[in-house]
């Protein structure tokens, strides 16, 4: 079955930085052609689209994280990363990856961050 393995969250300052990734399987052969985006949910709050990037390398961005977060992949190793910087309290969330659109069967469980001082 596909699956989504989000690692990389965890306890950070303010300001702080942190890279996420994102490893699927069983998508060796064909990773490379598919859409992928990651997505988060907050506390009390709807899970919402942060970024995608096309097979192409086409890119999205969120109006909340442009200019301080950066989507990448490597399909050689199946992997989508999330590079984020600047951190705020309120980016706090379990972030997801997930194909575009998503499948309903492909969530995983996510990987938190903590944005605290």
């Known amino acids: 079955q596909v699956q989504f393995v989000e690692s990389g969250g965890g306890l950070v300052q303010p300001g702080g930085s942190l890279r996420l990734s994102c490893a699927a399987s069983?998508?060796?052969?064909?990773?490379?052609?598919?859409?992928m985006g990651w997505y988060r949910q907050a506390p009390e709050k709807q899970r919402e689209l942060v970024a995608h990037i096309s097979s192409g390398g086409v890119i999205y961005y969120a109006d909340s994280v442009k200019g301080r977060f950066a989507i990448s992949r490597d399909n050689a190793k199946n992997t989508v990363y999330l590079q984020m910087n600047s951190l705020k309290p309120e980016t706090t969330a379990v972030y997801y990856c997930?194909?575009?659109?998503?499948?309903?069967?492909?969530w995983g469980q996510g990987t938190q961050d903590n944005v605290s001082s």
């Open positions: 069983p998508f060796r052969i064909i990773f490379r052609l598919l859409r």
């Open positions: 997930n194909t575009i659109p998503p499948g309903e069967d492909y």
